[in-house]
């Protein structure tokens, strides 16, 4: 290729990204300059809005006596957010392909300037939008019309026609399902134009609502954290380090992309970007080892979108989440973990059995081999280094806010400055990273130890950024404020510090200015790719606004159970369908949005009436998980599209491909949804270790048996063994449940008198029959922990109950039991928040009893596992 085609090829796909994250306009003069402005001005609002800088210049202005507020509200900062989109959305984004790209028409600034007005619209007329909060006169009727309007076109400019198409229908659904008949299941009432604008752009329930607000709180601070690591050269540092520890293995630069996409994901919102980003270097690099174009690509976006699923910005998902499920970020990180990282572990394994079955070879490595008992001591080594400076960081920072709480802040930034200058002290000794040409005739391996030391002082703002959120416990907005900060002070300052250690005779001031103009550039990368994010928080929200206030989520889930005919399994598999193709062509955060809103109430509700009582934490990572697949799957798969532009295979193959690789993300979301300690949710740290053994181990199994390869390949019978082992380790208590039981059924008529004998703290599952909020007659199973109390009666009402035998009979285990009513259930008790109700009635009641660890099965599927490994072994000898 030469170097003309190559330029080439590597600016169609910029501007692939450019179309698909900031807008695929290049204007000239005033208008570019216009628009590097505002996106500026966006991120210096945001960093304002996020930091506690506006609560301590109030302080002043309130010592000095002045009355000014400088303190915005979060319905304000919405406000405000949204108008920032809106407007750099039109003048970014032509209208059409043909529209012209270096110019912007009179019409769109027309377009971006009513539209930043009316996405401001709290902001003018905050007072009066309070007062007559619910009853929306003429002029919030049509500044809500044209305000929706605008916002679908913006939308439709910048994410295209899926999400506009989807928003179009439930808009339209709201108000000509009033005209339904009533005995049809979606019919509603609610849909006069006045109740329509005031739910979706006079409240903070449609557009405006919790999607938008966590866009504004969350989402930009960790985007813009990402653009400017990428600026300060992070992202050049992660691929190099990959290639440097994985590059000589055995379809070497295959398992490198994976890491280097998982630690590009770790900060970025776009599975596209993280394509275009390592794919330019890691795609090519796995064609020239032996990998087809299909499959370096498909690698390459399984790998990318992997990237959504991995904690801590999980394509801004996480944040949603919080504020969905009601759950500190830190608890959220916990629970998405363990799934993220072995599904990366099992793609790693996925090209060693590519590799392993095609005989492919590593690239060729700088270094020495090392004995592999000095590569497990160096290994060991850091680890006990780690863990020691995490303690005496714990306990040295939580001594100082004892000792001297006033100077807290400023000493940890004196000894923050102190790290960072050691760290560019030693990253000095070792020269600077260069990209290399992927495309060149002869690549030779970057050496690990002076790779890994260039770009020490690249992983300081990171490490701000996770204490802060883990271990101070900050709120997202706040923690990714002090690592952006870090991470400015670094752009600056770190050509100038490499210079002065390096005792180079340059201009230091010309270097620090080239610092500046990096970050100037990475607020402006930064506000112009959350356009897409904020415009499409702001649509979503107008269908999870519809969906508040027409009860569409239980209209839903009674058609779902009726599909599904009761059966759990079927359900899950028609959600994860319906996940999928309601995300197909939306970026993550939209569509995290929009099937959470339609499908995790369809999961949480059908469980209860099957038996299936799940975390609400499981239900949105099982829809997240279906919903980010859209990017891989034909033939809408965005990131697909890419990879193949860069391998030149073709992007149907290489998603169909990439979706077969992704069949281990695929199963997870099942597996967790029945066991639930692959979310570590209530496990101990003992248990928890386990779990990452087995799970780990088990997700490798599944592999080799959909890869069709484990140490040879497989026969049909040791793929089913090998799916039996993986099934027996990621849940145990199926078999272990038909060996021994840990649930005992009693009538309800003795549930008083076993309370009595139970251990507080066990659970104990009530099936229950009655009507839902909708008059339907139902019957759901629901949980209560057993309270304190001296007797039985005592017990029962702890649990906010007054039972009533109504002296008929009900079958139980086909005998007849005396029937026992719900009389009374105590606003706010546990039975309430159980989901429990007056005049229902009790099936029956399943408690704990003594029964076998379902641990025990995990050696037969150790056995499984060695016996095939055993057999095939023997096969290659």
Sequence with gaps: MSVQEKTATLDDLQDMVASNDSGGRNPSGFTKKLIVVTAILWSLFQLYYTSPFPFWLQEVIRNIGWDLNVVIDDTKARSVHLAFALFLAYLSFPAFATSPKHRVPYQDWMFATLGAFLGAY?????????????????????????????????????????????????????????????????????????????????????VFGVALGVSTKYVFLFVLFGALLDKAGAGNYFIKTAFAYLGHFSGGPGKAAVVSSALTGLVSGSSIANVVTTGTFTIPMMKRVGLSAEKAGAVEVASSVNGQIMPPVMGAAAFLMIEYVNMPYSQLITHAFLPAFISYIALVYIVHLEAQKLGLKG???????????????????SFLVICIVYFAMDFGLGWIKTVTPDYAFSIVCVL??????????????????????????????????????????YLLPVVVLMWCLMIERMSPGLSAFWGTMALAVIL?????????????????????????????????????????????????????????????????????????????????????????????????????????????????EIGKQNGLIVPLIAVHLFVFYFGIMADVTPPVGLASFAAAAISGGSPIKTGVQAFYYSLRTAVLPFLFIFNTDLLLIDVSWAKGILVFITATIGILVFTAATMNYFFARNKWWETLILLLAAFTLFRPGFFMEKISPTARYIEPVQLQQE???ATVGQTLTLKVAGLNPYGKEIEFYSQLAVPEGKSGEDRVKALGLTLLDTGEKIEFVGNPSPKILIDNVEIDSPAAKAGLNWDQTILEVALPQDSLPKELMFFPALLLIFGVASNQRRRRV
């Design 122 to 206: 709290y902001l003018f007329f905050y007072e009066g939008l309070v007062t007559r909060f619910g009853a929306p006169n003429t002029q919030d009727i049509i500044a809500g019309c044209l305000g929706i309007l605008l916002l679908l076109e913006a939308c439709r400019r910048s994410l295209g026609l899926p999400l506009v198409i989807i928003a179009g229908v439930f808009l339209l659904y709201n108000y000509f399902g009033q005209f339904l008949p009533t005995d049809w299941i979606i019919s509603h009432r609610s849909g006069s134009l006045s109740q329509i604008i005031n739910q979706q752009w006079i409240t903070t329930e449609g």
């Design 363 to 381: 690239l060729p490595r700088t270094d020495p081999p090392n004995p592999i008992y000095i590569t497990l001591i160096r290994a060991l080594a």
């Design 416 to 457: 923050l400055t102190a790290v960072y200058l050691g760290l560019i002290r030693r990253v000095a000794s070792f020269p600077d990273l260069e990209p290399d040409d992927p495309n060149a005739k002869i690549v030779k391996l970057p050496s690990t130890k002076p790779t890994v030391n260039a770009g020490l002082h």
């Design 492 to 604: 600056i300052t770190q050509r100038p510090l490499l210079a002065f250690f390096r005792h180079e005779n340059t201009n230091k001031l010309a270097l620090a200015k080239q610092g500046v103009q990096e970050l100037v550039d990475g607020l402006e990368a930064g506000a112009r790719n959350m356009i897409g994010i904020g415009i499409a928080t702001a649509t979503a929200g107008i269908i999870v606004g519809v969906v508040a206030l027409t009860g569409f989520g239980v209209q839903l889930s009674g058609i779902i159970e009726m599909l599904s005919m009761g059966n759990i399994l079927l359900m899950l598999i028609l959600v994860a369908i319906f996940s999928l193709i309601l995300g197909m062509g939306l970026p993550t955060t939209a569509n995290y949005i929009v099937v959470s809103s339609l499908m995790a109430l369809v999961i949480v």
């Design 755 to 757: 309370l009595e004998k």
